[in-house]
């Protein structure tokens, strides 16, 4: 009996981020799969960007005294090849907002004795990617809408059909297809200092085009209580005007304040613990800390139908170190994902750039660690998660432990 042809693995997810892709070719940099060739190899774009503008992970961080302009703009527009894409004026205006929201920041840091804001490489281009992305979706939705489905169509003529990436819609409103942004960011790389820049970002924009009356929330969601007390924390830190989300009161500062809530509390109706969805209507800015972390046992479905009705009218950014996993095993996800992470600076990145921890196993000389290694680690997570499935049944007496 002749064997049925295997079906075609789809690629790993980090090489069909579309709209990283086509925000990286504006760069010069043309990719279809996050690689170029550079040097005779293959080599992650990100990789190459920092050899050819000779920034690396330590380096040409701050300002230039001279002009008050961040030295990684120098960097980029002292190359030779001109940045195609965009014009000097635009980058250098993307460039001044940046510092603008930078030193909003930095003021309530100093009363504070703490340490000013100096971006390292990466998180400055997340915050130029997204400047690139508003100033776009604000002044032509539908023209951005037409860029990115152009390379989506140069993605998908090489692709086998489980690679492809759908086009969007070009009947739909460009400005609700396109209101969604997420950051591909390792723990550890500042995504809470990020969230606080995009905000402000966001609302520059708004102001820029006469819409700022339109935004009827700024809403943060968190996988729980805990994460939402410490963002409130850092909000505060930051001069950002923030409150957890009370159901009972009576909304004096709704739309001023950051509103932070528990993903949890949100449901279909509301009810004594729970606060329905349709009660903050769909104009707003939705942030989303590691929402995947609020979905388990199938709830993805209820998690994703939730945030769409949010930020339905508005925008949201998301921001998550675990897209990955998150999207494993998932069409639609790695559909919608693959449109919407801007930017990937994923756990792969963050150890290549010297930040990640290295391991080692004391207890074992080389020889048996290196025969020995995966029954060991596999047998060390089972044992983690084995104290979780614990804590959780049984948590309080176990807490002195």
Not at 27 to 33: E, K, N, V, Y
Not at 165 to 182: E, H, M, R, T, Y
Not at 237 to 249: H, Q, R, T, V, W
Not at 385 to 397: T, W
């Amino acid at each position: 009996m002749a064997r049925r042809p295997r079906r075609p693995e789809q690629s790993k997810f980090h090489t069909r981020l579309v709209l990283n892709q086509w925000m990286w070719s504006l760069f010069g940099f043309d990719t279809t799969d996050g690689y170029v060739e550079y040097n005779g190899r293959q080599r992650p774009v990100l990789e190459v960007f920092k050899d050819k503008f000779q920034v690396n992970a330590h380096t040409a961080e701050g300002l230039d005294p001279s002009d008050n302009t961040h030295q990684f703009l120098h960097a980029m527009l002292n190359r030779p090849e001109p940045i195609s894409g965009m014009t000097e004026d635009e980058l250098r205006q993307y460039d001044q907002n940046i510092v603008r929201h930078t030193m909003r920041l930095n003021e309530t840091r100093r009363t504070r004795g703490q340490d000013e804001i100096r971006w390292k490489y990466f998180q400055y281009i997340t915050l130029l990617f997204t400047e690139v992305f508003l100033d776009r979706f604000f002044r032509d939705p539908v023209r951005l809408r037409s860029e990115l489905n152009s390379h989506i169509d140069v993605f998908n003529e090489a692709r086998q059909d489980v690679d492809r990436i759908d086009l969007i819609d070009a009947s739909g409103d460009a400005s609700v297809q396109l209101n969604k942004l997420a950051f591909w960011s390792a723990t550890g790389s500042g995504k809470t200092l990020l969230m606080h820049v995009n905000i402000l970002q966001y609302q520059h924009y708004l102001d820029l085009h006469g819409k700022r009356r339109d935004l009827n929330r700024i809403i943060l969601l968190t996988p729980n209580e805990g994460l939402s007390r410490q963002h409130l924390d850092e909000f505060q830190a930051a001069g950002i005007p923030a409150e957890l989300f009370n159901k009972d009161g009576k909304g004096l500062f709704a739309g001023r304040n950051v509103e932070i809530l528990d993903i949890h509390k949100l449901a279909e109706e509301g009810r004594q613990k729970t606060i329905s969805v349709e009660s903050f209507e769909s104009n707003n800015l939705v942030l989303i800390d590691e929402g995947h972390r609020g979905a388990s046992g199938g709830e993805d479905g209820v998690w994703m139908k939730f945030r769409e009705a949010l930020c339905e009218s508005g925008f949201s950014f998301e921001y998550s170190a675990t897209f990955g996993q998150a999207v494993r095993g998932s069409g639609p996800l790695q559909d919608l994902y693959a449109k919407a992470v801007l930017f990937d600076y994923s756990y792969r990145f963050f150890y290549g750039d010297g930040y990640g921890k290295d391991y080692h196993i004391l207890n074992l000389d080389e020889e048996t660690e290196q025969r020995k290694l995966e029954p060991y680690l596999t047998a060390c997570l089972l044992a983690f998660f084995e104290q979780q499935r614990l804590f959780r049944e049984g948590g309080e007496p176990l807490k002195p432990f």
